[in-house]
């Protein structure tokens, strides 16, 4: 049970459905595909993924890049840098990207569009959970699992400082009293 400052938004058994029926559609539209190069958005990609590929059926490779934010006072907006870059060449290769959240869409585009401009041969985007409320830049989400209204959730991977990150469940954090 949670505690009385989270309340569950989406509850283990419904991420397991959904992240089972994700792969079962990833695996399908890549039956024919060769290898799937899965790239995860350390840190909060993590749990997410590990699940999600564990269900697909099709052969894959996992890799991981790490990103941060920082405030850009002159634009007035977060900024996205990387701060982790793949081991592996994607030249020539199917690529997911895989995120936890889509909040803006920052992150996600200037990910995606980094990736592209490696010459893979694709790169789509999956992410458990988008807040479309929030969405300043279009970015294009090709698997989604869940869309939530404009509330800090935590658990299965995302966290708050840090904190809450390996709840099996999604909860919104509750505004102090
Ligand atoms: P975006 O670039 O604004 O789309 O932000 C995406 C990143 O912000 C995600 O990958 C998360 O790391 C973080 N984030 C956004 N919203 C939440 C939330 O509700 N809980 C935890 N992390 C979040
Ligand atoms: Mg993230």
Redesign the pocket.
């Known amino acids: 049970m949670p505690e009385g400052r989270l309340e569950v938004l989406i509850s283990e058994a419904d991420i397991r459905r959904r992240v089972a029926e994700l792969a079962g559609q990833i695996s399908a539209d890549y039956a024919d595909a060769g290898e799937l190069v899965l790239v995860g958005?350390l840190k909060?990609a993590f749990i997410f993924l590990a699940d999600l590929s564990r269900h697909l059926t099709i052969p894959r490779s996992i890799e991981f890049m790490a990103v941060s934010?920082y405030e850009n006072s002159a634009e007035a907006s977060?900024m996205?840098r990387l701060v982790m870059d793949l081991r592996k060449n994607i030249e020539g290769k199917h690529v997911l990207l895989v995120?936890?959240?889509?909040?803006?869409?920052?992150?996600?585009q200037?990910l995606s569009e980094l990736l592209r401009a490696r010459k893979p041969r694709s790169v789509k985007t999956c992410a458990l959970v988008r807040?479309p409320d929030?969405a300043?830049v279009d970015?294009e989400v090709d698997y989604l699992g869940f869309e939530i209204p404009d509330?800090?959730?935590?658990g299965y991977g995302?966290?708050?400082g840090e904190g809450d990150r390996t709840l099996p469940y999604i909860a919104a954090m509750k505004a102090d009293p």
């Open positions: 958005v909060g934010s977060s996205v995120e936890d959240i889509v909040d803006t869409g920052r992150t996600m200037f807040k929030r300043a970015a509330v800090w959730v935590v995302l966290d708050f």
